[in-house]
């Protein structure tokens, strides 16, 4: 709480070990603006929240970063390639990044990620981005339940029926068509205000019309609008039982997650895992192996 | 095991109100062709899967069929509008159906559906069809370890992306656009296969090409491609790694839920209820409840 950050980064990785119930019993929520990013691989995320980070900077905000890659069995305090982003922010006391990637540890990355984001909100970070390095389910499981979720994509053929198949319609609050500078953006940007129109034929009128908006991340073109849409969406939220029923919905989320770990972490991992074996090459029933990861 | 269906109709409710590893620990787990039948509401599902269970029938398998309603919190025997359907069958000691729906009960229909269909399968049944009502997470959750999944739609504009949108794409071995003999079925059968083709210029070629079939359930125009479809697509399994991946998918898919089923029955379940409500309020973190849940 002081800000120590060697100390920050030690319960980080308490929490990727599965004791975030320890680390975290005891300490009150923050009232952050919590902003999920997500996207295709290649859609130029990195260089965006770098430019969001210095934006929210701008306007005043501590910011957290946490940069999570289900896909990656490797962790720690920052080895996943976004060294040189860190370098931007290092001496800004004000500016806290982090990678997560799945250790394969109890509850993976839809505990370590909510419970880390949490850790940082009781500490007092006034925005915390969630940023995803693929995009799948276990992306989009990670950043549904955030404030604010921007989609980034960018130009190219199939992008926004890509982005539809991937989950992602339903899940941005703004979208961002990337590399504006690139043949074929309006195509793209079409395509996903056409698929959001689409949605709302069949869903009814929306009270928060997502915005989709243009970049170009090498230049930061666009950046401020990009930083206006958040704190617009953010204030929406403010002003309707959305924000509360997101942050409830978000804090039960964390509950079953933590609930599930606590339970799960009363087990053997190994027995755990030899049953997982045994069931997937049908040599003991699912049942059967369940009553007997209780009873061992 | 004798045929007593008065003793199945028990078993399932008892699985359905959380005793599938009593029920089903014994038994061994037969070798039935488990297909998942999904699409939005109105597309004619439950009329194919009527038709379907004929053409099963007639080729000389006995059928059980579950039809699944994850928004209804009621449940029961057949009490989910399908008495009609039930009776085309009801002389027929080779058809077994059964509803099953959302009680609220630990796990809920993510554990349930499982469940009923492995005592189904242990049972004998050959062919066991898993329809759902509606389409969305929860459905597509319910279909996703099927050995076949038909995705069932109609023609109507956007139906092609409104599918893609609901993550049908993804999960379809088989595509039918029913109600053939409407206008707009030419484009939904061009949009289906354009997003398949999309998929594949994505995620690389597929070993198997999801067929795109018409028909017309109120006439049962169609029907019989859609078994032959069926029927290869069981071939395809049995001939790849792809069939014993699914199954081994789906036996550690019931042994997860069936283990977590197991650990939060050794909770109180009001204590638990209570618990969520003081999180959801904000007067409880979500890391201190769980500790709580466990200590109570």
Redesign the interface.
């Known amino acids: 709480m002081a800000g120590d950050r060697r100390s920050l980064a030690r319960l980080i990785t308490a929490i990727e070990n599965g004791k975030?119930?320890q680390?975290?019993?005891?300490?009150?929520?923050g009232k952050p603006h919590v902003v999920g990013v997500t996207g295709p691989p290649g859609a130029g995320k990195s260089t965006l929240v770098d430019l969001l980070i210095t934006e929210a900077r701008n306007a005043g905000n501590t910011v957290a970063g946490l940069l999570v890659d289900p896909s990656s069995p490797f962790s720690g305090g920052a080895i996943l390639g976004d060294r040189v982003r860190m370098q931007n922010h290092i001496t800004d006391k004000g500016v806290y990044l982090r990678s997560l990637a799945n250790r394969g540890h109890l509850g993976g990355l839809s505990h370590a990620v909510p419970?880390a984001s949490?850790l940082l909100s009781a500490i007092g970070f006034d925005v915390i981005i969630i940023e995803t390095v693929g995009v799948g389910q276990a992306e989009v499981d990670i950043v549904r339940h955030c404030d604010t979720v921007v989609v980034i994509l960018s130009p190219g053929w199939?992008d926004g029926?890509?982005a539809?198949?991937a989950?992602l319609?339903?899940i941005g609050d703004v979208f961002v068509v990337n590399k504006a500078d690139r043949d074929g953006v309006e195509q793209t940007v079409s395509d996903v205000k056409q698929?959001l129109m689409?949605?709302e034929?069949?869903g009814g009128p929306l009270e928060w019309e997502p915005p989709v908006l243009e970049s170009v991340a090498t230049t930061g073109a666009g950046i401020g609008e990009i930083w206006a849409a958040l704190v617009s969406h953010r204030e929406y939220l403010d002003s309707s039982n959305e924000g509360q029923r997101r942050?409830?919905d978000r804090?039960?989320a964390?509950?079953r997650a933590?609930?599930?770990?606590?339970?799960?972490g009363?087990l053997d991992s190994r027995v755990?895992d030899e049953?997982?074996a045994d069931?997937?090459?049908?040599v003991m029933?699912?049942?059967?192996?369940?009553?007997r990861?209780?009873s061992r």
């Open positions: 975030a119930a680390v975290l019993q005891d300490l009150e929520p419970a949490a199939g029926i890509q539809a198949k989950g319609m339903e698929m689409l949605g034929q069949v942050t409830a804090w039960e964390e509950f933590a609930l599930h770990v606590a339970l799960i009363t755990v049953l997982v069931v997937r090459r049908g029933s699912p049942y059967l192996a369940a009553e990861a209780l």
